[in-house]
């Protein structure tokens, strides 16, 4: 393998104690094919691919050849699944090293290469579709301004994997800040050793929080500072209409990115309670319950804590409850504040809250599309929709037209606020499985020319109409948990 690439490996994650992962390289694939490769993102890592052939990039994007000072660990964690506690770890993942460009320090992490220690019964592989699927994603949620792992390179593997059908293997190359979750301290916590709870959350702070290193009580801090991470990123995911659908413990970033797209997707028509994943029988995952979860894997997060928040345990529990339940109020503050934006409107009033609250009560009893809606508001006409002659809407538009005058506001920065906020284009469902059925079929260009749209959500594009088009409620769309 060329060493001209650029990759600047410091694998500080693999140096802690054996507990925290697996040694272990990718399995060497059979056929390895590049089909998806982000050539923005390599720019943006500093990495320069230009010299490797096609074979080359094949090899290197499925783990066959592995590069210079690299570093191969599966990492170990638990998890909240759906309410039970579980110990996991990367079944089919592999942490190939930390590669640090301009200040940063990226994961670089191979999805579907092979067995871990990890895997209990699974195969440690990946099918095509799920991996195109989170390529799409994550790319669209980076396009939105949400924090997000991100997808380096899709490759097949020439393989077969055995689900309900035979599908075409595959690997995703992700990248992340880090791959430290709330279950990762959860898979120490639950070993019962100190030591190996204050390595982590030293690492942790080292890593991700350095500004806390002089505070009086770093694991206090440390609980505030992910809160407030979780809040902004769950609020973004509000403000887009998207759906995690596996909210487990062991899919929350410590650094506060998206992580895992299994049974993600975006809402269309507009219902708090919608639910996409198949096995989500309960709505525990809905768009409604996401601020509430996220809280409830902050519980989870403080309970690790406590031995490290104060050595009375009793003021540690007190601590961290009080920590705990200031998020219903900032999670308000920051909510009313994103739709506000969204609504384009300056200052607060105490009228706002009834104001929002009556455009989502009406565009839920209407069956109205989330997103057209605020392109509406925008005069953006998607289509002639008779919807919006309705004349509750019209009622509630004169309240918002009269409320958008008021704190000096202008059309002007009326118009700019919510254009900076409301996307034309999100990654439709119907859109999706559309794109990834042909692609599973080998045509890309589909892919390719969705991405492209996606790249770009919050400015008018030529020939845009086919993607703004919601999915048809009637389908009863669902996601599984297959990535």
Not at 235 to 249: C, E, L, P, S
Not at 295 to 300: A, C, E
Not at 391 to 405: T, V
Request: aromatic content about 10%; charged content about 25%.
């Amino acid at each position: 393998m060329k060493n001209d690439i650029n990759w600047n490996f410091d694998n500080t994650y693999s140096r802690l104690p054996e507990a925290f992962s697996e040694k272990i390289n990718p399995v060497k694939v059979k056929d390895p094919k590049l089909i998806l490769f982000n050539e923005t993102l390599a720019q943006n890592l500093n990495l320069n691919f230009s010299e490797l052939n096609q074979s080359e990039l094949s090899a290197l994007f499925t783990g066959n050849e592995l590069p210079k000072n690299s570093n191969s660990i599966a990492q170990a964690y638990a998890g909240h699944q759906f309410g039970h506690f579980t110990m996991l770890g990367d079944g089919r993942a592999v942490l190939i090293g930390e590669h640090l460009s301009q200040n940063n320090r990226y994961d670089i992490q191979f999805k579907g290469s092979g067995k871990t220690a990890f895997s209990r019964n699974g195969d440690g592989r990946a099918a095509l579709g799920p991996m195109l699927r989170e390529y799409i994603i994550s790319e669209a949620m980076h396009a939105l301004n949400i924090s997000t792992t991100r997808s380096l390179a899709v490759a097949k593997t020439g393989e077969n994997v055995i689900r309900e059908t035979t599908l075409e293997g595959a690997i995703l190359t992700r990248v992340a800040s880090s791959h430290i979750r709330v279950g990762t301290f959860q898979y120490i916590a639950a070993r019962n050793k100190k030591d190996e709870l204050e390595t982590l959350f030293k690492y942790v702070i080292k890593r991700h929080y350095p500004e806390i290193e002089s505070s009086r009580n770093k694991a206090l801090d440390l609980l505030k500072s992910v809160l407030e991470k979780q809040i902004d990123l769950v609020v973004n995911w509000m403000r887009v209409g998207f759906i995690h659908g596996v909210m487990n413990t062991d899919n929350m970033s410590i650094a506060g990115e998206t992580i895992d797209y299994g049974p993600c997707a975006f809402m269309d028509i507009y219902d708090p309670k919608t639910v996409f994943s198949s096995i989500d029988k309960l709505g525990r995952y809905a768009y409604c319950n996401q601020p509430i979860i996220t809280k409830w894997n902050l519980s989870r997060f403080a309970e690790c804590l406590i031995p490290l928040i104060d050595k009375d345990h009793d003021k540690a529990v007190k601590l961290a409850t009080e920590m705990i339940d200031t998020f219903e109020i900032k999670y308000e503050e920051k909510w009313l504040s994103m739709m506000r934006n969204k609504l384009g409107l300056l200052g607060t009033e105490e009228k706002d809250k009834s104001l929002i609250l009556d455009l989502l009560t009406w565009m839920h009893q209407n069956k109205v599309d989330y997103t057209n809606t605020f392109c509406h508001l925008m005069n953006l006409k998607i289509k002639e929709d008779n919807i919006y002659k309705n004349n509750d809407f019209i009622n509630w538009k004169k309240r918002w037209k009269e409320r958008s005058l008021s704190h000096n506001n202008s059309e002007e920065k009326h118009k700019k606020l919510m254009k900076s906020v409301n996307p034309l284009i999100i990654p439709r469902n119907h859109i999706v499985e559309n794109t990834l059925k042909e692609a599973n079929q080998g045509n890309l260009k589909p892919l390719n020319n969705f991405l492209k749209i996606l790249n770009n959500p919050y400015n008018e594009q030529a020939n845009i109409s086919k993607y703004q088009v919601s999915s048809n409620p009637s389908e009863n769309y669902q996601t599984f948990c297959g990535t």
